[in-house]
């Protein structure tokens, strides 16, 4: 009697952790946008423009889909990612929410811009020649450390001048470094100016399309062609960061749509909702059949797929994952996986009831049975998961990545809410006076055999 009482207080906090944390979803759902703060660090999730605060893809918001191929078949891969970094910048600048920009292949990118109706201007925008700039930097104060009043000369070194750029370490402190290597003009004019600015506090600055990416002092005349850029708050992605920046505006790689497809928004808004009717009917659907099939556990089942929903679209906002068409695919997809999971347990407590175990003892066995095939099933649905998004990321196909990673989410989260919300709540319900009704949490009424009855029966058995 202790030990039932102990796992009935149990059950409680249980039941107080999930209220808690499905009314804290529920907030974070209702509010368009908000802010996280980890310690220092704080980052804003949500979209104004989605439901529920949820981003949406291309295919739901309306938008335009470009791929980009170089014109250069021998063409790098740093060269490739000084491109994506450069298309990236400019995306942001012109005002693109939320833009997907992909590597696809060894000579290709896909752009996905969400939201954009003016096409022309952004093919325009991405396709521009990069400017890669180097300029001295005269400080009106030379006392002044940081270099706060200043004035930038032209000296005739662009990126067509700069031969190679790329990270490395420094081979005596091991600090990131960022390395450059300049034809014979570019060296001779870069030596002139470090010969100028050497000891001084003026700076060569280096701008790719106007933006300042850095602007380092010369301890000395670099007469060779060859110098490195390297700094007190250097980091290894900050160095191969600028080296990409300076890559992508060295000899900017032409590049030519080859693929163009616009998705009116419209058209966006009917899929949304076309999809969101599908998933309602779906789950009234299953609900229906849980409640009149596995009646108690099917109740608890739909209360907890209820949560299982709510607790999805909170993991879907927080990463955040934006949503497309194949994304709710794999999400309506989890939501059979979820069930799944309640259908074993209810089946493997159905068995147990019938052999004559009272209803916590077979509530507790019937979980611990159903386990191992619910760990292993989902186990092997989220591997393949992995390798499809491996799969999309390495192709660019974007259905399929959305796809995967919505099916990873949900498969993980309904493992929570199996294992936790749905067997607190079956314990509970089992812990009240609709216990005494057996009947009631097997599916097939006339087929229990009662704990009772069952230890009549065992002992008849041991008498003869």
Known sequence: ??????????????????????????????????????????????????????????????GVQLIYEAED????????????????????????????????????ILIQLPGVEDVEEAKRLIGQTAQLEFKERICADQGDPQCTNFQDQDIGLTGALLTRAYASTHHATGQPIVNLEFNGEGARIFGETTNRIAGTNNRTAI????????????????LGGQAF???????????????????GGRLDTPIVVIQEQNVDATLGEDALDKSLVAGLIGFGLVAMFMV???????????????????????????????????????????IGVAVDANILISERTKEELRTGRALLSAIETGYSRAWP????????????????????????????????????????????????????????????????????????????????????????????
């Open 373 to 464: 095939a619910i760990l292993n099933s989902n186990v092997a649905t989220m591997i393949t998961c992995v390798i499809l998004f491996w799969f999309g990321s390495r192709f660019g196909a974007s259905a399929v990545t959305g796809f995967s990673i919505t099916l990873f989410i949900g498969v993980a989260t309904s493992m929570f809410t199996a294992v936790v919300v749905s067997h607190t709540l079956l314990r509970l319900v089992a812990s009240t006076p609709l216990s005494r009704f057996t009947g009631m949490f097997t599916p097939v009424p006339g087929q229990v055999i009662t704990a009772g009855a069952g230890r009549r029966s065992q002992a008849q058995r041991e008498r003869n």
């Open 73 to 108: 078949e021998n063409v790098t891969k740093s060269q490739m990612e000084g491109v994506k970094d450069k298309i990236e910048r400019r995306t942001n600048a012109f005002g693109v929410t939320e833009p997907s920009i992909q590597l696809l292949g060894s000579n290709r």
């Open 229 to 247: 850029i390297q700094g007190p708050d250097f980091t290894f992605d900050r160095v191969r960061t600028i080296s990409i920046q300076l890559e």
């Open 1 to 62: 009697m202790q030990r039932r009482f102990s796992m009935f207080k149990k059950d409680l906090r249980r039941l107080v952790f999930i209220i808690a944390l499905v009314s804290v979803a529920v907030v974070a759902l209702l509010v368009d946008t908000f802010d996280v703060g980890i310690g220092s660090v704080s980052f804003e999730r949500g979209d104004e423009d989605g439901p529920l605060g949820l981003e949406l893809g291309l295919d739901l918001q309306g």
């Open 292 to 334: 009149l099939y596995y009646r108690i556990p099917g109740i608890t089942a739909v209360f907890s797929l209820a949560i299982y929903i709510v607790l999805v679209l909170l993991v879907v906002k927080l990463i955040p994952v934006t949503l497309t068409l194949a994304g709710i695919a794999g999400f309506i997809l989890s």
């Open 207 to 222: 701008f790719l399309d106007g933006e300042e990416i850095v602007a380092p002092v010369a301890n000395q005349a670099i």
